[in-house]
């Protein structure tokens, strides 16, 4: 099954840190625009980042801005998300998305999703 595959998720305390990784599975996505989205209880999924297939483009949803820092290596068909000054509100699951278009925000633009990783921060 083709399927990008989150972990690193878990609990941190408000200032703290984190890093997602996000694996391939069944295919290599070294060529594929990667997203990260979050989507927390009783709330819509929402955009977190995108990366370019090349890494040299990158852009990030206003409230993370600062904070959390997309990346990827090819080599490695992986894809990472370190999220620093983590803050409450920040509590969600974690997806990826693989596209095989451009990088963007859209949640339709995105092909290929994995399960999600829990991030919790307490306060």
């Known amino acids: 099954q083709v399927q990008p595959v989150e972990s690193g998720g878990g609990l941190a305390q408000a200032g703290g840190s984190l890093r997602l990784s996000c694996a391939a599975s069944?295919?290599?996505?070294?060529?594929?625009?990667m997203g990260w989205f979050r989507q927390a209880p009783g709330k819509e999924r929402e955009f977190v980042a995108a990366v370019s297939w090349s890494g040299s483009s990158k852009f990030y949803e206003d409230s993370v801005k600062g904070r959390f820092t997309s990346s990827r290596d090819n080599a490695k068909n992986t894809v990472y998300l370190q999220m620093n000054s983590l803050k409450p509100e920040d509590t969600a699951v974690y997806y990826c998305?693989?596209?095989?278009?451009?990088?963007?925000?859209?949640?339709?633009?995105?092909?290929?999703w994995g399960r999600g990783t829990q991030v919790t921060v307490s306060s």
């Open positions: 998305a693989a596209s095989s278009s451009i990088a963007t925000m859209r949640l339709g633009n995105y092909d290929y």
């Open positions: 069944g295919r290599s996505f070294s060529r594929d625009a």
